[in-house]
C-alpha cells in the first residue's frame, strides 16, 4: 500500500516537473513586444517625403524632365538614415516611366513597406504620374 | 510536492511578467505617433499663439493656423521653442499644453543637411586681407551638390560672393576685408540644394579681422525675433548699434526701426518669398570694440523637451521624424516620445 502511494507521489512530482518546463516554455514562445525606438512608421515617412518633394509641382517636374538622380539626391535628403528606398513612376496608362533605377540600395530579403502617390505635372499639358516608392530599414 | 507547486507559480509569473508588461505598453507606439502628427498637423490653441507674445497656449500645435499644406510650421511657434529667444516657452508649458499627463517628449527642429565652415588660410594681398573659407555641405555624411551664396559682414562693409559645393560636398570660398578696418567679422554661407531650392541650410562663422579673437555672439545684445519684428536687447548702456540688417539666399536689406527705448531696439523684419531661413545681423559698436551679432529667423537649430539621452537603458522611447515646411523652407523635425517615469 505505502509502495503503491510513494510510486504515485513519484509520478505526480514527474508531472508537476513536466507542468513547470511546458509553462517555461510556453512563456519563451510567446511573442515579445516589438522595439518602439525602431517603430517609426515607413509608410507615414515615406508619404510625407513624397509629398514634400512634390510641393509646388516640384516633383511631377522632376520626372517629366527625366532627373532621375536628383531625384533620387532628393530623396537620400529627405529620408531618414539607415532606409533603403526603390521608387518606380508609372504613368496614365501603368507604363513604366523612369528608364533608369531610383534607389539607394537593394530591398532584397528585407521587410518592406510600398506607398503610392499620386502627382502631376503643372504645365499647359497636364502629365498624371502614380509614384509608387518602397522602403525597408537597412541592417 | 507544495515546494514544486510553488516554484512552478514563481517561475511562470517571473517569465509572464515581462510579456504582460508589454502588453500594457503595445499601443504606445501609435499613440505616440498620433500625438506626433497631431502636434505637426493641428494650430493649437489659440491658432495664432506664436504670434501672441504673453500667451501660453492651451492645447499644443505647431502648424500654421491658415495653411492648406500638411506639415507646415508656423515660423513664430517654431521660435518660441528656442530658448535663446526672451519670447520662448519652457517644457512644462508645452507639457500642460500637450494635456497627456503620462507622456514625456522632446522636439528638435533641425536644417535638411548639415553645413561645416572652417578657415583654410588667410594672406594680406595688398591693401587687403584675403581669407579662404572651405565649406562642406553633407546629409548624415552622404556629400551634397549645392549652390553657396555667402555674405560677410564688417561694420558697414558687406561682401557677397557666389559659389557652390560640388559632388564630394566640398566647396571654398574666398573673399577680401580691406586692412583699414577691424573688429568682429560675421561669414554667413546659405547652401541650397541643387536637386530642390527648398532644401537650404545656413552656417554662420564669426572670425576676428585684424584681432585675435572674435567676440561671442551674445556678447553685446539679446536677439529675439517674432512676429516679424526683431527685439534688440542692448546689454549694456554704452552699446550702440551702427546697422541692423536681414540675410537670405538671394537677399538683403537693412531693417528699419519700429520702436525704440532705453536699451531695447525693435526692427520690422520684411516677409519675404525667399525659401530661405533668415539671419539678422547687427553691426555696431561698445566703447572701442566693434561687434557684429546675429540671429536666425526661424530660430533654428532648436531642441527642447525632456532629456531622454538620461534615461535608462531598456527604456521605451519612439522616435518620429518628419519633414516640414517653415516659411517655404525645409526642415527635419524629430519627436521623442517616452513614458513620464522616462523624464520630465
Do not use: K
Given at each position: 500500500m505505502f509502495d503503491q502511494k510513494g510510486q504515485i507521489r513519484i509520478i505526480e512530482s514527474f508531472l508537476a516537473i513536466a507542468v513547470v518546463f511546458s509553462a517555461v516554455l510556453v512563456s519563451a514562445t510567446f511573442p515579445s513586444a516589438p522595439d518602439l525606438s525602431k517603430q517609426e512608421s515607413l509608410a507615414s515617412i515615406g508619404t510625407q517625403a513624397l509629398i514634400k518633394l512634390d510641393t509646388n509641382g516640384t516633383l511631377g517636374n522632376m520626372i517629366l524632365g527625366q532627373l532621375w538622380c536628383d531625384i533620387k539626391t532628393a530623396l537620400d535628403i529627405l529620408l531618414p538614415v539607415g532606409v533603403s528606398f526603390n521608387l518606380t513612376i508609372y504613368d496614365e496608362t501603368g507604363h513604366l516611366v523612369n528608364s533608369e533605377v531610383i534607389q539607394n540600395s537593394n530591398l532584397l530579403g528585407r521587410e518592406a513597406v510600398s506607398v503610392q502617390y499620386l502627382c502631376s505635372t503643372r504645365s499647359q499639358t497636364v502629365h498624371f504620374f502614380v509614384v509608387r516608392l518602397q522602403m525597408a530599414w537597412m541592417g | 510536492m507544495i515546494i514544486l507547486a510553488l516554484s512552478s507559480i514563481v517561475g511562470t509569473t517571473k517569465l509572464m511578467t515581462p510579456y504582460l508588461t508589454d502588453l500594457a505598453h503595445r499601443d504606445d507606439a501609435d499613440r505616440f505617433q498620433y500625438l506626433a502628427s497631431h502636434l505637426l498637423l493641428t494650430a493649437g490653441t489659440p491658432t495664432n499663439w506664436g504670434q501672441l507674445i504673453s500667451t501660453t497656449p492651451s492645447s499644443l500645435g505647431l502648424a500654421k493656423?491658415?495653411?492648406?499644406?500638411?506639415?507646415?510650421?508656423?515660423i513664430d511657434k517654431v521660435t518660441r521653442?528656442?530658448?535663446?529667444?526672451?519670447y520662448s516657452l519652457d517644457y512644462s508649458d508645452l507639457w500642460q499644453a500637450l494635456g497627456m499627463k503620462d507622456v514625456s517628449f522632446q522636439i528638435e527642429i533641425k536644417p535638411l543637411f548639415q553645413l561645416s565652415i572652417e578657415l583654410a588660410s588667410d594672406s594680406t594681398q595688398g591693401s587687403q586681407r584675403v581669407y579662404e573659407f572651405k565649406i562642406v555641405a553633407r546629409k548624415s555624411g552622404m556629400p551634397l551638390s549645392t549652390n553657396l551664396n555667402s555674405y560677410v559682414i564688417l561694420k558697414d562693409f558687406i561682401n557677397e560672393t557666389a559659389s557652390s559645393t560640388s559632388s564630394d560636398g566640398f566647396g571654398t570660398i574666398k573673399i577680401g576685408i580691406p586692412n583699414s578696418l577691424n573688429g568682429t567679422a560675421l561669414l554667413l554661407v546659405f547652401a541650397q540644394a541643387m536637386v530642390n531650392p527648398q532644401m537650404v541650410s545656413v552656417g554662420v562663422y564669426p572670425f576676428g579681422h585684424n584681432l585675435q579673437t572674435p567676440l561671442p555672439n551674445g556678447a553685446f545684445t539679446r536677439l529675439s525675433p517674432l512676429n516679424y519684428v526683431l527685439n534688440a536687447s542692448l546689454k549694456y548702456a554704452t552699446v550702440e548699434v551702427s546697422k541692423a540688417q536681414v540675410f537670405t539666399f538671394n537677399y538683403n536689406f537693412s531693417l528699419s526701426i519700429k520702436t525704440q527705448g532705453a536699451q531695447i531696439i525693435e526692427y520690422n523684419i520684411p516677409r519675404l518669398l525667399d525659401a530661405s531661413p533668415m539671419v539678422m545681423v547687427l553691426t555696431g559698436v561698445n566703447g572701442s570694440t566693434s561687434f557684429a551679432e546675429f540671429v536666425p529667423y526661424p530660430q533654428v537649430p532648436l531642441q527642447i523637451g525632456a532629456d531622454f539621452s538620461e534615461s535608462i537603458a531598456g527604456s521605451r522611447i519612439a522616435v518620429y521624424r518628419y519633414t516640414a515646411t517653415v516659411d517655404s523652407a525645409l526642415y527635419e523635425v524629430v519627436t521623442r516620445w517616452g513614458g513620464l517615469s522616462d523624464n520630465v
Open positions: - | 493656423c491658415d495653411t492648406l499644406q500638411p506639415y507646415e510650421l508656423d521653442l528656442n530658448n535663446e529667444n526672451i
